[in-house]
């Protein structure tokens, strides 16, 4: 895996956090 891989990779999973998060408030 090279750094690119790494970075593509983070910043999805970081997207996908958020987007959870985001979900979690909204269906307060």
Do not use: E
């Not at 999973?13 to 979690?24: H, T």
Request: charged share 10%; proline share 0%; hydrophobic share 40%.
């Amino acid at each position: 895996m090279n750094y690119y891989n790494i970075l593509l990779y983070n910043n999805t999973f970081n997207i996908f956090l958020s987007n959870k998060y985001y979900f979690c408030i909204l269906k307060k």
